[in-house]
Every structure is written in structure tokens, then in C-alpha cells.
């Protein structure tokens, strides 16, 4: 019996200490640069919220793991000392009814703990949602659709969709970016793991949140909150630029829309076709709002929030036939001839 019973600890042992090797995966799955491999890493904060959220995370599971440790060391000593033993003779051992000093003991440690662990959340809270707006803030209006987002910047006259361009922060002169949550449809979810936690878009009930990254690059999130079909490919892409790269994009996403004599028959199949009852084109009568602004595509790395790179091919398919690389996707297939499509791609292509 006790080398079932030693078995059976040993089984246990042997599963935690799996479980926190692969919880402590993503801590070892980091490039030379600290970078993430995947870009959604929790443990490599590069903003100011994600790193109070990071270092609040630690907190907790080091309170919680002394926690366990305390359990566990008490049951294990428990286990040993009070086993069954031969010598006993298969009688009950001695009962011991309440005690007033235990009884407080483990009231008391978890109010305190509680506390403790609510105070650290609160602070933390009260920091990311209360923090003033600077004067000199990118301001973003980040809008939720089935199944991709849109981004518009007020103040720079800028819409674009699914990859979103801030500067970096420079921590002697900041330079955050606020952003307003919307959503035209059902709940989503902004989140992007390496600069902030998630924030709900909820229809009717605008939401807001900021970030800082202090370093530049490409940081990958997507929706977390289930929307429909599709939610796991409601994918999106922060760049974070340098402050010359950005001005440069800026002046880029200003600009009117490409007007290129070589692919006017691809402009006329776009304009006669119901493309432009759903997308916008700058310069253009095309001023759709259910589809993402075209005005500057072949700016973007991807299509179709994410699912696919932006590539000729890719997009000829996802004009043809979008359910072929996101099924459940609310873009209708528009059936257009082989001369048609071919034509309406190369207009596409102009548009950067």
C-alpha cells in the first residue's frame, strides 16, 4: 500500500513539474534581441502597460506559489507523519477537535492576502485607465467589424485597416498612443500582448485604452473576445515606427489614391461593380464604409486581416473566391471573368 501511495506522489510530482515547464516555455522562446519569436509574448513588455500588467502577473504568482509551497510541504509532512503503520493495528488514530489559534490563523492569512492582492490590482488598474492624455499623444479611433478592424487617425486625416501604425516612445519625450474602442456589429476584443491588455469593443459603448512601446517593430495581436466565425483570424499588426519612418508613412497614407492611365479598364470594372458600394478609394467616387479603405492596399503586408499575405495571387483569389482563405468572411465572392479579375488586380496593385 505505501508504494502505491509513493507512486502515486511521485505521478504528481512528475506532472507539475511538466506544467510549469511548459508555462515557462514562452520565457525561453525569446530571440537574442529579447524579441519574441511570435511577437505575442506576456513576458516581454514593451510598453508601460503591459509591463505594470507583467510585473503584477509576477507578483500574484509569487504569492500564489508560496501559497502552494506552504500546502504542499504541510500535506506532504502530513502524509508521512500520520501514515498508517503496521504497529497500529488497524485502530483509529486520536482525534483532535478545534483549535482557536489554527482557526484564526487560516481566517485571517487569506483576508490579509486577499487584500493585499486587491490593493497591488488596484493600483495597477487606477494607473492604466485614470493616466492623463498629453498634448502631444497620437490619437487613434480603433474600430471593431466582423472580421477585421479599421483605423482612423482624426487629427491626421488618415483610414486604414488591420495594420496599425504608431510612433515609438521615447521615454524622454513620450509620445503615447491613446486609442478610442468602437465596435459597429458584436463584442470584440483589442489585444496585442507585447504593449497592452485586453480592452472590450462594445457596441454603443465606446471604450479606450493606451500604449507606449519603447522599442520599434512589428508586434502581433488579434481579437480575444469570440465574435462569430472568424474571430480567430481577426488578426491585427502594430508597427511601431521611428519618428522618421512615421512622418514618412503619415505624408504616404495622405495622399490620394494612384492615378494610373495603364490600368483604367481594372478603375472601371472596380467602379461598375458593387466593390465600390463597400470600399473606399481616396480621389475616387468610391466612399464605401462596410470594407476596408483601398486607398493605399499594397501598403499593407497582408490581406484579409491577417489570414494571407499580400501577394498578387493572394489577392486575385480573395477577390474571387474570399471564403477560399477565410471562410465565414462577410466579403461576397464577385464572380467577375478571368479578363475582368485580372484587370481589377492590376488596378489594386497601384494602390500603394
Known amino acids: 500500500m505505501l508504494t502505491l501511495r509513493m507512486k502515486s506522489s511521485l505521478y504528481c510530482l512528475w506532472r507539475i513539474a511538466l506544467l510549469v515547464f511548459w508555462s515557462a516555455r514562452p520565457l525561453w522562446a525569446l530571440g537574442p534581441d529579447g524579441a519574441s519569436a511570435h511577437g505575442t509574448n506576456i513576458f ?14 509576477v507578483f500574484v504568482l509569487v504569492i500564489t506559489g508560496i501559497i502552494f509551497l ?13 501514515r498508517a503503520r503496521g504497529t497500529d493495528g ?44 498629453p498634448a502631444g499623444a497620437v490619437e487613434v479611433i480603433a ?21 496599425l501604425h504608431i510612433p515609438v516612445s521615447d521615454p524622454g519625450h513620450p509620445t503615447p498612443t491613446f486609442l478610442q474602442l468602437l465596435s459597429v456589429d458584436t463584442d470584440h476584443s483589442f489585444w496585442v500582448p507585447e504593449l ?17 512601446p519603447q522599442r520599434t517593430g512589428i508586434f502581433l495581436g488579434q481579437c480575444a473576445q469570440y465574435c462569430g466565425t472568424q474571430h480567430a483570424k481577426m488578426l491585427l499588426r502594430v508597427s511601431v515606427d ?19 492611365a495603364g490600368v483604367i479598364a481594372g478603375k472601371r470594372v472596380f467602379e461598375s461593380n458593387a466593390c465600390m458600394n463597400c470600399h473606399a478609394v481616396g480621389g475616387t467616387p468610391a466612399d464605401g464604409r462596410f470594407g476596408p479603405d483601398l486607398t493605399h492596399l499594397m501598403s499593407r503586408a497582408t490581406l484579409a486581416a491577417g489570414a494571407a499575405e499580400n501577394t498578387r495571387d493572394n489577392l486575385r483569389l480573395w477577390i474571387q473566391d474570399p471564403s477560399a482563405i477565410k471562410p465565414g468572411a462577410l466579403m461576397p465572392a464577385m464572380k467577375l471573368s478571368d479578363a475582368d479579375l485580372d484587370a481589377v488586380v492590376s488596378y489594386m496593385e497601384t494602390l500603394n
Open 242 to 260: 521611428g519618428p522618421e519612418d512615421f512622418a514618412a508613412w503619415v505624408r504616404a497614407q495622405q495622399k490620394p489614391a494612384v492615378e494610373d
Open 90 to 133: 488497524g485502530r483509529e488514530p486520536a482525534q483532535v477537535y478545534g483549535s482557536t489559534q489554527i482557526e484564526l490563523a487560516w481566517t485571517i492569512t487569506p483576508i490579509l492576502i486577499v487584500v493585499v492582492l486587491f490593493l497591488a490590482t488596484a493600483r495597477v488598474i487606477h494607473a492604466i485607465q485614470d493616466a492623463p492624455e
Open 70 to 82: 506552504v500546502v504542499f510541504a504541510l500535506l506532504i509532512y502530513s502524509v508521512v507523519k500520520f
Open 143 to 163: 474600430i471593431g467589424h466582423q472580421y477585421w478592424w479599421e483605423f482612423r487617425y482624426p487629427k491626421l486625416g488618415i483610414v486604414t485597416a488591420n495594420e
Open 196 to 212: 497592452g491588455g485586453k480592452t472590450d469593443l462594445i457596441p454603443n459603448h465606446p471604450n479606450r485604452m493606451w500604449i507606449d
Open 44 to 57: 516581454v513588455p514593451a510598453s508601460t502597460p503591459a509591463k505594470s500588467i507583467a510585473d503584477l502577473s
